[in-house]
């Protein structure tokens, strides 16, 4: 019931959310928080490209941007240049936050209480929104028991990004109790 149509709102800043690869894809959410739902109006996927790449699609959608959420890796420092690939992203005039570390399955429990307060857009979240639908563990037939770290294939990366957001959430809304905000950006 919760898929259908979700516009942009101009008056509202929109937060997003990122799983980095290279090789891998980068999955990258677009919400935007109205009231107490979360709008997710907009999901973008791709491998093989730089950081500018990914800004000039920011770019092109032309949203209003609040916060940018990423993995905790992103503070690795590049053994070439000394800095993190966040310092590279504000040099390119991206300023992430970075997501708690969690275990995943802690997330994953976290990802799903926050999926009812959300609206997905039916054609520019399909993509991102099948690969939720199909994330899932993998079953040990000789224990008889559901494995606690999901499938790594194509659903993962959408995932994870999802689950970033969604832990960035709950960690904010217990500061704030009352309101909702991502890592200080009121939205």
């Not at 990258?28 to 109205?34: A, H």
């Not at 194509?154 to 957001?165: C, E, K, V």
Request: aromatic share 12%; with cysteine.
């Amino acid at each position: 019931d919760r898929v259908g149509k979700v516009p942009y709102d101009p008056a509202k800043q929109v937060v997003t959310s990122w799983d980095l690869g290279v090789s891998d894809a980068t999955s990258i959410w677009f919400c935007q928080f109205i009231g107490k739902a979360v709008h997710v109006i907009d999901y973008y996927e791709n491998s093989n490209e730089g950081l500018p790449h990914y800004i000039e699609v920011l770019n092109r959608k032309g949203y209003h941007y609040g916060a940018h959420i990423a993995p905790h890796d992103i503070v690795v420092r590049e053994f070439s240049t000394g800095k993190s690939r966040r310092d590279l992203a504000f040099d390119l005039g991206i300023d992430f936050q970075v997501a708690p570390k969690l275990k995943v399955m802690d997330g994953i429990d976290t990802t799903r209480t926050y999926l009812n307060k959300c609206w997905f857009d039916a054609e520019n979240t399909k993509k991102g929104l099948e690969a939720l639908l199909q994330y899932r563990s993998s079953y040990d037939d000789k224990k008889k028991i559901w494995s606690q770290r999901p499938v790594h294939d194509w659903t993962s990366h959408a995932a994870d990004a999802f689950r970033y957001l969604a832990v960035c959430w709950q960690e904010e809304a217990k500061v704030e109790h009352k309101d909702h905000s991502i890592r200080g950006i009121h939205v």
